[in-house]
């Protein structure tokens, strides 16, 4: 006889010893179970509350899972965020205010120039007319004239930048009526190919009031290489082109008197244009006035105060400064820097970002300026900081630009900033404050 066999049926026996107590007991938990639910005693075995134990997770992780979506909405709304023009279809490239600051127009990468009525800035729905672009035409920039009425659009399309005139048949100045009109989609005049096939980067409208200029828009187009224009707003004649010579253009800009013309390009220095006007009204000649020398790295935008006394400039050496070009440059006499002050705005490493886009308030107190999808408010006078929405838009800010006046926020007035992006998105925001002194 095998002497492992005694060894193999004791193995056995002591395995089904122990199969029966365990399912023994399995089972008569189950009886008292089913006949205490019978009997509608509670439950207090483990294996009872296991059911209970998912839908309660579940509940809870939907709480939460609202609860942190509701703060992340809240944290994308800035406080100063009062409102969003919807409809754009595609990149917002360009937005421009009307004189009185009611009608607000924008350029939109998908073919349609579109012109907001602000009667109240805080209302969550807006009038707009809509205008088509000739086939195969982007809009890239807007400007105002001066009716109110009238704007010129900057287009790009595969053979190159057009600019296009669009008014009312009888424009009337927005001076003669209560409410200015808005324009109809006629075109009154267009150019093409007007810096070769070379895109343009902003266009630039003031309206003249130095000497002897007669109040008309004048508009400077400027394009992505050096090459800048100067068009008169009603006619559409070319009134004169300069040559920044400083191998690429960042932007380009006029004082609001329709004086200077200004020009940030690749380099640390900044060329400064003076328009000549004719006894006429009408423009004469652009000639070369000044340079601003004093920055260490390119300067990527300026921008005019409403006086046209002077600039602001922002460059890539990490500085702003505040020029007076109020000087006798006939003479020699070179614009002096006021003051100047490190920009504020940081990296997570801690190196200091440059500002893309630049926009002084009306009363000159507060500046506004972005980098990438962040948009920074200012103290003009000091550089301390007011205010910071770090992601104003869903991607990068394409232009930003401060109402000329104060509009109606519900029952009072506040100074209105305008700004465009990428994520197909027009914002309004109200100014900061300014803490006294």
């Known amino acids: 006889m095998d002497p492992l066999l005694p060894i193999i049926l004791l193995s ?52 939460h899972h609202s609860h942190a979506s509701d703060k992340e909405q809240n944290k994308k709304h800035h406080p100063l965020n009062l409102n969003t023009l919807k409809g754009h279809g595609d990149s917002v490239g360009g937005l421009c205010f009307s004189s009185d600051g ?61 600019i296009y005139m669009y008014a009312e048949e009888n424009a009337k100045p927005s001076s003669e009526s209560k409410q200015a009109k808005l324009p109809l989609p006629e075109i009154k005049w267009e150019h093409h190919k007007i810096h070769d096939k070379n895109a343009i980067l902003n266009i630039f409208g ?18 992505e290489a050096t090459e800048i224009k100067l068009w008169h707003g009603k006619s559409g004649k070319l009134l004169g082109t300069v040559d920044t010579n400083q191998l690429k253009n960042h932007m380009a800009s006029l004082s609001q008197n329709g004086r200077f013309m200004a020009a940030a390009a690749f380099t640390a220095d900044v060329k400064i244009w003076e328009i000549i006007y004719s006894k006429d009204g009408f423009v004469k000649e652009v000639n070369k006035a000044m340079q601003l020398k004093g920055h260490k790295s390119a300067v990527t935008c300026l921008c005019f105060t409403a006086n046209s006394d002077q600039i602001i400039t922002a460059s890539k050496d990490g500085t702003l400064k505040v020029w007076n070009i109020n000087v006798r440059y006939h003479m020699d006499e070179d614009p002096k820097i006021l003051r100047g002050f490190p920009i504020p705005l940081h990296d997570s490493k801690g190196a200091t970002l440059h500002y893309v886009h630049l926009s002084l308030s009306p009363d000159g107190k507060i500046l506004a300026a972005t980098h990438g999808s962040t948009l920074q408010w200012l103290c003009s006078e000091t550089g301390k900081v007011l205010d910071t929405a770090e992601n104003a838009h869903d991607g990068d800010i394409t232009w930003i630009t401060w109402a000329p006046k104060a509009l109606p926020v519900g029952n009072s007035e506040s100074f209105i900033l305008g700004s465009s992006g990428v994520d197909k998105k027009v914002k309004l925001w109200l100014a900061p404050s300014i803490p006294s002194s």
Not at 22 to 40: D, H
């Open 12 to 63: 056995l026996i002591l395995g089904a010893i122990i199969s029966f107590l365990i399912f023994g007991n399995y089972f008569r938990k189950q009886k008292s179970e089913v006949e205490a639910l019978a009997k509608g005693e509670p439950v207090n075995d483990t294996i009872s509350k296991k059911p209970s134990k998912p839908t309660a997770s579940k509940k809870s992780q939907f709480k």
């Open 206 to 223: 003031a309206n003249a009031r130095y000497g002897s200029a007669d109040g008309s828009t004048v508009i400077a187009s400027c394009s």
């Open 102 to 162: 009611k009608n607000l127009v924008t350029a939109c990468a998908d073919g349609v120039v579109r012109v907001f009525r602000l009667d109240d800035v805080s209302n969550k729905s807006f009038k707009f007319l809509r205008i088509n672009m000739p086939a195969g035409n982007h809009p890239t920039a807007v400007a105002f004239l001066e009716d109110d009425s009238s704007i010129v659009v900057a287009t790009q399309n595969l053979l190159g930048s057009s």
